[in-house]
């Protein structure tokens, strides 16, 4: 699975972000997909996760509320939706795909296995 990330750029505290992770490949539909970000000497942090079909997700608490992760398997699309945008929600976020088949959406980096590029999120003061 190669994934691809875009919708990142500099936004205004309180403002808004949608970010996109288009996958390639027929599977997209047999992977749970994340959201991770990572700030400037900061190790990777989970942002959020859905499930294969969508009817289940997670978020980090520093999130919730905030962010909504969606898909659409037609599209071999996860999103992710930012509102309320604070500065320290600046990095670099990244997509990510899990195929663990099991019932809980995972929150560690090394567990997934397929990785995009990454897209930066700015949020100014």
């Known amino acids: 699975v190669q994934l691809v990330e875009s919708g990142g750029g500099l936004v205004q505290a309180g403002g808004s972000l949608r970010l996109s992770c288009a996958a390639s490949g027929r599977t997209f539909r047999g992977y749970a997909m994340g959201w991770f970000r990572q700030a400037p000497g900061k190790e990777r942090e989970f942002v959020a996760a859905i499930s294969r079909s969508g009817g289940n997700t997670y978020y980090a608490d520093s999130v919730k509320g905030r962010f909504t992760i969606s898909r659409e398997n037609a599209k071999n699309t996860v999103y992710v939706q930012m509102n309320s945008l604070k500065p320290e929600d600046t990095a670099v976020y990244y997509c990510?795909?899990?195929?663990?088949?099991?019932?809980?959406?995972?929150?560690?980096?090394?567990?997934?296995?397929?990785w995009g590029l990454g897209t930066q999120v700015t949020v100014s003061s």
């Open positions: 990510a795909a899990d195929s663990y088949l099991g019932p809980r959406l995972r929150v560690g980096a090394a567990e997934y296995e397929y």
